[in-house]
């Protein structure tokens, strides 16, 4: 397979010769827009290594309200929590396009990590960068007010998954997933109105542009700098 995966994702962080292996692993699968990969509550066992494609993690509480939780990318593993800990799956993970993927059983992956050091430094190197993730917006939601919160979230976001515009100076880029502002709103726990509301004034500020379900960040340096963030990726 002749692919590239970005440095943040667990199959950018292997060596090749491990790589290739990890690919041979597993039954290729592929899902269309808006399918279900994996379901809150299941009991399956195995993990999905994306493989191209954008999904959303989705978990939903008893009352009915849905919550983002991560958006993932090709190159990222997806379903590990319950696969290692033998537990219900904690959130359902959606496609948000066309999304290839292997499924390997959880036994094959952990023979796999025992036969490469190197893979499994990146799994720990991937579940340290996902749960400093989750401290930020846990610190954000003390430290921070709407506005900043909901740009510290874009801000990461586009250093992970942003893709430059043509003749935008390296400044420019689109956002690389789509997320409507409900979505949006579940990331920087904020009330809709209040991201609705925050939205508007980054815009306003011209630090992003909006159309539908569609974020495009107009000076990733100055959104950075408004957020408070360094520059560098956080996952």
């Known amino acids: 397979m002749d692919h590239s995966w970005p440095p943040s994702t667990f199959l950018g962080r292997l060596r090749d010769a491990t790589r290739l292996e990890l690919l041979r692993q597993g039954t290729p699968i592929t899902y269309p827009p808006h399918r279900a990969l994996l379901q809150q509550g299941d009991d399956s066992r195995h993990v999905l290594l994306l493989t191209s ?21 090709g190159g990222d593993l997806v379903g590990e929590m319950a696969a290692f800990e033998e537990r219900p799956r904690s959130g359902t993970v959606i496609a948000c ?28 190197h991937m579940l ?19 506005l900043t919160r909901l740009a510290r979230v874009l801000a ?24 409507t502002q409900g979505e949006l709103a579940s990331l920087a726990g904020l009330a809709l109105n209040t991201a609705e509301k925050s939205l508007a004034a980054l815009t306003a500020k011209g630090l992003v542009e909006r159309s539908y379900r569609s974020i495009t960040v107009c000076d990733v340096p100055k959104l950075l700098e408004f957020a408070k963030v360094v520059a560098d990726n956080p996952y």
């Open 156 to 179: 990461e976001l586009s250093q992970a998954y942003a893709q430059p515009v043509p003749d935008g100076d390296g400044k420019r880029c689109d956002l690389g997933v789509t997320l």
């Open 97 to 124: 396009g066309d999304v290839a993927a292997r499924v390997i059983q959880v036994g094959a992956l952990e023979a796999f990590l025992s036969r490469h050091p190197d893979a499994m430094r990146a799994i720990l």
């Open 53 to 73: 494609g954008v999904v959303k993690v989705v978990a939903s509480t008893e009352s009915g309200y849905d919550m983002l939780l991560s958006v993932r990318i």
């Open 128 to 146: 340290c960068a996902r749960l400093r993730w989750a401290n930020r917006r846990r610190i954000d939601f003390r430290a921070y007010d709407s």
